[in-house]
């Protein structure tokens, strides 16, 4: 029975001020060529120098990625000729990565799994080819960002394994504050490389690398296509070619690029320009001691809290969603904040394409909205008037109840007169009710609700309304 035996290779780009090695800006949204300076292009002469703000986020990762630091480092030339590679080789870390012998644990219906991490490494970023009608021309914005490589042992097993853990490097990586992680932009890319063996086998069957896939659901679609690929090869008596390939996702299939380089196809010799460097002990500490909460901690946090799976999954999935909770979870209750968030609040975002930072709710006025509610002043039907308002126009929920008009009737008296009313009108649905027809009641308490706008108690509403009928 054959197996798959799968690993993922990453590339991160950091979001530092200036490149790796030189002092252009790192800036996505530029112009084309606006940052590019004579290191960036390669000029005779010119020499790199080393961004310190890119060691300290590549140690971040490491360390949050539970890999032993390479005290010691130097960095590499990885020689090959492509053009968009101005210098003819990149700037890598082949023998001393920042950080090896990582792990990152993952959870699939209840089942943790334990990903090993082989190596994190810094390099650099070649320029950016686009290729038009007219021809190939070239972006050097790109040559020279800085690039984090995370690379995982042969140790995933399934499609699913590999978007999980994809999914939790994107995690740690974004509330690191290190990368935006946008793959639809290229500052994250991912590559498979996937093999088949007969299972309980020593050894690996022949592998294929996947380049470039451009989301994590894709990741997920290309491992299985080429499951299935190498499948039928082998079961056809033939044998699985070492290349490289592409994803299409419009067909949802591999295509072969080229026959597999090989590391001695790259001849790595050490960057002279660079000295070797050192970190002392006294650094490492520091910036362990510099890294936030992560995603775990905050999970098992709003589990503790009574959250639900579902809402806790959306706030840590939502970077700045999740930065808002976290400031007021310690204020209100926090099902109610969540569940506000999570819905009306991200719905709205959702439907106007905005993001927590462009909206005026704040921590104050989103505690008095929820004070509000659990007073019984407001329902939640209310707060799905209040919440554009809030987010528009921010202010008191006080004062946007009173232009609304928007007042919850909690009077039992006033209350009583509405459902003898309704009881008075709608003899019919009294008999079917006192007939155990469920949807009577439904019906006799949609219509106080239309009576009354919407503004009762609905709990209370219910409650004197089932006590009225059963006097009948």
Excluded: W
């Excluded at 644990?105 to 320029?127: F, Q, W, Y």
């Excluded at 960002?145 to 042969?154: A, D, M, N, S």
């Excluded at 499948?231 to 949802?252: M, Q, Y």
């Excluded at 109840?401 to 009583?416: A, R, S, T």
């Amino acid at each position: 029975m054959l197996e798959p035996t799968i690993g993922i290779e990453i590339h991160v780009e950091l979001k530092s001020q200036t490149k790796v090695f030189s002092n252009s800006l790192n800036n996505f949204d530029s112009l084309a060529n606006e940052n590019i300076s004579l290191i960036d292009l390669a000029y005779p002469g010119t020499l790199p120098r080393l961004n310190k703000e890119v060691i300290e986020m590549a140690l971040k990762a490491a360390l949050a990625l539970n890999c032993s630091i390479n005290k010691e480092m130097h960095f590499d030339r990885k020689n090959y000729f492509y053009p968009d590679l101005p210098k003819g080789y990149q700037i890598t870390q082949n023998k001393t990565p920042i950080g090896y012998d990582g792990y990152l644990m993952i959870n699939l219906s209840g089942v943790p799994k334990k990903i090993d991490i082989e190596r994190i490494h810094i390099e650099e970023d070649t320029a950016k080819s686009i290729h038009g009608q007219g021809g190939t021309v070239l972006d050097f914005n790109r040559a020279g960002v800085p690039l984090i490589e995370i690379v995982t042992k042969p140790v995933i097993k399934s499609d699913l394994e590999a978007v999980a853990y994809l999914e939790g490097i994107r995690e740690i990586l974004l509330y690191l504050g290190i990368s935006d992680v946008k793959i639809e932009e290229g500052s994250m890319r991912c590559d498979a490389n996937i093999s088949l063996s007969e299972k309980d086998s020593n050894k690996l069957g022949t592998k294929a690398e996947v380049k470039n896939i451009g989301s994590i659901s894709n990741v997920g679609t290309s491992i299985l296509y080429e499951i299935e690929r190498q499948k039928k090869i082998i079961e056809s008596g033939n044998k699985v070619i070492n290349e490289t390939r592409r994803f299409d996702d419009k067909t949802g299939t591999t295509i072969s690029m080229r026959v597999k380089e090989t590391a001695s196809d790259y001849r790595y010799f050490p960057e002279a320009n660079i000295p070797a460097l050192e970190l002392s002990d006294e650094y490492i500490l520091e910036v362990k001691n510099s890294i936030p909460i992560l995603p775990s901690v905050l999970r098992d946090k709003y589990n503790k809290l009574g959250v639900n799976q579902n809402n806790i999954k959306t706030i840590i999935g939502n970077y700045s969603l999740c930065q808002f909770f976290e400031g007021v979870v310690e204020l209100v209750d926090p099902v109610t904040a969540a569940n506000i968030l999570t819905g009306d609040v991200l719905n709205y975002l959702n439907k106007n394409k905005s993001d927590m930072k462009d909206i005026k709710l704040t921590e104050d006025n989103f505690k008095e909205l929820i004070e509000t509610y659990e007073k019984g002043t407001i329902s939640s039907k209310h707060i799905k008037d209040i919440i554009p308002v809030l987010l528009e126009k921010g202010g008191r929920v006080s004062s946007i109840i009173k232009d609304l008009g928007l007042k919850q009737i909690n009077n039992d008296e006033l209350i009583l007169e509405v459902i003898n009313n309704i009881i008075e009108n709608n003899p019919e649905s009294v008999t079917d009710y006192k007939n155990g027809q469920d949807r009577a009641l439904k019906y006799l308490m949609g219509q106080i609700m239309k009576q009354t706008k919407g503004q009762v108690n609905p709990a209370k509403a219910s409650e004197l309304l089932t006590v009225e009928l059963a006097k009948l």
